[in-house]
């Protein structure tokens, strides 16, 4: 199983991005999937989640700006991020718990991709 993270990139304070996360492989069913974030020299920390049945929850520090969103057909989540902030800026991760042909879950992450908000 991967999880392959894209969208990531630089904008303007302001501004707006979305990111994707496709999860590949043997699958059977994937529970939760969501985002994390991580700035050198700190912990990674939950930005936003969604469970199979799409209850979601959220960092205050990005309630109201940030909305995550998933397609089970595609077993894609995404994070629509809107009014970014510089303090925004980090790797972003995304995770899945997920479900193999019957066995688990299993945690996966994903790569990383780079979010960068100039001021």
């Known amino acids: 199983v991967q999880l392959q993270a894209s969208g990531g990139g630089l904008v303007q304070a302001g501004g707006s991005l979305r990111l994707s996360c496709v999860a590949s492989?043997?699958?059977?069913?994937?529970?939760?999937l969501g985002w994390y974030r991580q700035v050198p020299g700190q912990q990674r920390e939950l930005v936003a989640r969604?469970?199979?049945?799409?209850?979601?929850n959220y960092a205050d520090s990005v309630k109201g700006r940030f909305t995550i969103s998933r397609d089970s057909a595609k077993n894609t989540v995404y994070l629509q991020m809107n009014s970014l902030k510089p303090e925004d800026t980090a790797v972003y991760y995304c995770?899945?718990?997920?479900?193999?042909?019957?066995?688990?879950?299993?945690?996966?992450w994903g790569q990383g991709t780079q979010v960068t908000v100039s001021s």
């Open positions: 969604i469970t199979s049945i799409g209850r979601t």
């Open positions: 492989g043997s699958i059977f069913s994937i529970n939760v």
């Open positions: 995770n899945a718990d997920i479900i193999i042909t019957g066995v688990g879950p299993y945690e996966y």
